[in-house]
């Protein structure tokens, strides 16, 4: 039995290359979809021996604060500080892994890097900034230069 279509409304007829099935075509725009992968609190200190402290407390230089990441494109990453009077200098870092969740080498790319001024304590950082993610784990490396330790409230949102 052959494929028949309401044609205007009114006549059945068979699909057939002089009367292929009508198509509606509509213009969609996927919205992008903002997922919260990080919360917490931070405590910022002096580099020590050159490696900074990871948002997840960590000192060990190899070890990512955010994993399985690969799907997103961007990050948005916002905190507050609670010093007025010391600057925040922080690194951002990523590299890919294997199917096992292994990196594919030795060490990191470093994809941001900058500083929180001193009299900011509400910040906000976009990375990457031309929105080429695909990184499997994120490195977000915090410290201070001068000062006091603080504390470090923030959150990191994927895009996908």
Aim: glycine share 10%.
């Amino acid at each position: 039995m052959p494929v028949q279509f309401l044609k205007d409304g009114s006549q059945i007829v068979d699909v057939s290359v002089q009367t292929p099935l009508p198509v509606s075509v509509r213009e969609q725009v996927a919205e992008p979809r903002v997922e919260v992968l990080w919360v917490g609190l931070t405590t910022v200190t002096t580099a020590s021996g050159g490696v900074s402290r990871d948002l997840n407390g960590s000192t060990g230089a190899d070890d990512p604060t955010l994993v399985y990441v690969g799907e997103f494109r961007q990050f948005v990453w916002v905190g507050r500080k609670s010093s007025t009077t010391d600057a925040l200098d922080y690194v951002i870092q990523a590299r890919a892994t294997d199917l096992t969740g292994n990196p594919l080498d030795t060490g990191w790319i470093t994809i941001a890097q900058g500083t929180i001024s001193a009299s900011d304590t509400w910040f906000r950082v976009v990375f990457p900034s031309d929105g080429a993610g695909g990184f499997d784990q994120i490195r977000i490396g915090v410290s201070r230069t001068t000062g006091s330790d603080y504390t470090l409230q923030s959150k990191v949102w994927g895009i996908r």
